[in-house]
Nanobody, 114 residues
């Protein structure tokens, strides 16, 4: 069983930065963690992911601007978002897959104003 809790969302001006975090509660080792986002009228998309070995991947739209990292001791994932654009506005959700099941956090709203 995995419980995910996000925090850090808010309002930021275009060009600014914001960091969101996801804490994974439960009894398990290091597992991959991902950040997804969904904007109104758009499909949910994978923004960034970090594998058990620390390897990361990013959507082309955020590559070079966003950075995903993890605190292995706490199984806590972070997403640092720089050079934010209005198109980055969305609900950002943390995701993990554990023992064949998908777990999602409630999401945190990120709004970028122009």
């Amino acid at each position: 069983q995995v419980r995910l809790v996000e925090s850090g969302g808010g309002l930021v001006q275009a060009g600014g930065s914001l960091s969101v975090s996801c804490t994974a509660g439960g009894t398990f080792g290091i597992i991959p963690m991902d950040w997804y986002r969904q904007a109104p009228g758009k499909q949910r998309e994978l923004v960034a992911g970090i594998r058990s070995d620390g390897t990361t991947n990013y959507a082309d739209s955020v590559k070079g601007r966003f950075t995903i990292s993890r605190d292995k001791d706490k199984n806590k994932a972070y997403l640092l978002m720089n050079s934010l654009k209005p198109e980055d506005t969305a609900v950002y959700c943390c995701h993990v897959r554990y023992r064949g099941a998908d777990y999602w956090g409630q999401g945190t709203q990120v709004t970028v104003s122009s």
